[in-house]
């Protein structure tokens, strides 16, 4: 199931992605709210929906290479309906760290994708 969520969601991304390749303008173009958030609570990033907006918490101060990182994790999880329903993508319940594998095999994929 997984390979089929992922090629969707590479689909989707080039897509929107045409001569310009960044994940802030992937993120406006999938209207994503980014937010810079300080708290020690916070792990390096969060995503969440509000109101059938996507918001993606990204903790202040990290380098520009985690930041990317976990900007592109945090979209992956979007994508692959961890976090519930958005866009056509239908939510999906899977055990936590099958979750973060596949974020994480996403994200990778995602950031092969992007130039900046």
């Known amino acids: 199931m997984y390979r089929v969520y992922a090629e969707r969601a590479l689909r989707m991304i080039r ?4 001569n310009e390749r960044s994940l802030s303008m992937l993120c406006r173009a999938f209207d994503i709210k980014v937010k810079r958030v300080e708290g020690s609570a916070l792990s390096n990033g969060y995503v969440t929906l509000l109101h059938g907006k ?3 918490l990204i903790k202040s101060g990290l380098s ?4 990317r990182v976990t900007l592109a994790h945090e979209l992956a999880h979007l994508l692959l309906g961890h976090v519930g329903d958005w866009k056509n993508i239908k939510g999906r319940t899977l055990p936590a760290n099958r979750q973060e ?3 994480d095999h996403l994200a990778a994929l ?7």
């Open 101 to 103: 594998r596949e974020a």
């Open 54 to 56: 996507a918001y993606i």
């Open 110 to 116: 995602i950031l092969s994708e992007i130039y900046d």
């Open 15 to 18: 897509s929107h992605l045409q």
């Open 64 to 67: 520009v290479t985690d930041g």
